[in-house]
Nanobody, 126 residues
């Protein structure tokens, strides 16, 4: 069982930055690919970024490439999402997710993740 707790959300002006954190319980964090998703009101949850469990390879949604950076610190059981140049359309609830030994080819699929956090709200004012 893995529990995920996100933090770092809040209100920021357009063009600003935020860093989200997601800390996992348990001792098998290194075995999990970690992903970030978001869900805006009235929209489906969408993939944002992921970092794989073994090689640390990353993948991003086109909408955030060049602005967001995902990273992980296995010693701290934590994955981060650095968000720069934020836009109003980035406003959403952001969720982290853990998928055991999930390969890079599958990281965009919500159904492939085993555990989800409770989400943290990010609001970007224009």
């Amino acid at each position: 069982q893995v529990q995920l707790v996100e933090s770092g959300g809040g209100l920021v002006q357009a063009g600003g930055s935020l860093r989200l954190s997601c800390t996992a319980s348990g001792r098998s964090f290194i075995s999990y690919t970690m992903g970030w998703f978001r869900q805006a009101p009235g929209k489906e949850r969408e993939f944002i970024a992921a970092v794989t469990w073994n090689s640390g390879m990353t993948d991003y949604a086109d909408s955030v490439k060049g602005r967001f950076t995902i990273s992980r610190d296995n010693a701290k059981n934590t994955v981060y999402l650095q968000m720069n140049s934020l836009k109003s359309e980035d406003t959403a609830v952001y969720y982290c997710a853990a998928g055991r030994a999930l390969a890079l080819v599958a990281v965009k699929s919500l159904g492939r993740y085993d555990y989800w956090g409770q989400g943290t709200q990010v609001t970007v004012s224009s």
